[in-house]
């Protein structure tokens, strides 16, 4: 637990099913490091995670790799993978983001325009479970409950706040006045 401002904050742990083949690799390590409980199975397709309680599912992809073994074999895995997961993210690593990394992310989005696939560029291994962990926790059902009621709350302020929603309601009384002499 860590002390945050003088109040005491919650650190979030969840269980993660990695495909087996993840077993060695440094997202594995980082998971582990940060608590959480990981499980491996042979039968998650290669490069897969899954945050079960969160319903999400993320593939990690290498660009690098992509570019030796050609698109059409990643595309058939991509395809599988969304068969598979509702909430699906391609997580597309490569050092650096240049023109061949944009194409083939521009390609692999074009190819699956529509679906529920959603592509997030990644540096390195750190960056990736920052954004797994982000997207995971912000959809796990007691975080999803507390953001909506925050929206809902800020919302309700914003309009019973708003000038122009005070001047709506005023013309509002105004019109029923006029209406009833």
């Known amino acids: 637990m860590a002390e ?4 005491e904050k919650a650190r979030w742990i969840t ?14 390590a980082s998971l582990k490091n940060q608590h959480h409980r990981v499980r491996y199975s042979d039968s998650v397709g290669n490069g897969s995670i899954i945050f079960s309680l969160s319903g999400v599912a993320f593939l990690l992809a290498d660009a690098q790799d992509l ?9 058939d895995k ?18 650096l983001h240049g023109p061949r990394e944009w194409d083939l992310m521009f390609r692999i989005q074009q190819r699956f325009l529509g ?13 990736a479970v920052k954004h797994m962990l982000t997207i ?9 409950d507390n953001i909506s009621y925050r929206m809902i709350m800020a919302k309700t302020q914003i309009v ?14 105004d019109c029923n006045l006029f209406n009833t002499n």
């Open 78 to 95: 991509i395809e599988k993978f969304i068969n598979i997961h509702r909430n699906s993210f391609l997580l597309l690593s490569a050092a």
């Open 136 to 144: 995971a926790k912000i959809t796990s059902k007691p975080h999803l």
């Open 15 to 28: 269980t993660v099913i990695m495909s087996s083949s993840l077993q060695s690799h440094e997202v594995s």
């Open 67 to 75: 570019f030796m073994t050609g698109t059409e074999p990643c595309f």
């Open 115 to 127: 679906s529920n696939l959603r592509t997030i560029p990644v540096h390195n291994s750190a960056e």
């Open 4 to 7: 945050n401002g003088g109040q």
């Open 160 to 173: 019973e706040q708003s000038p122009v929603w005070k001047m709506l309601h005023q013309f509002q009384l």
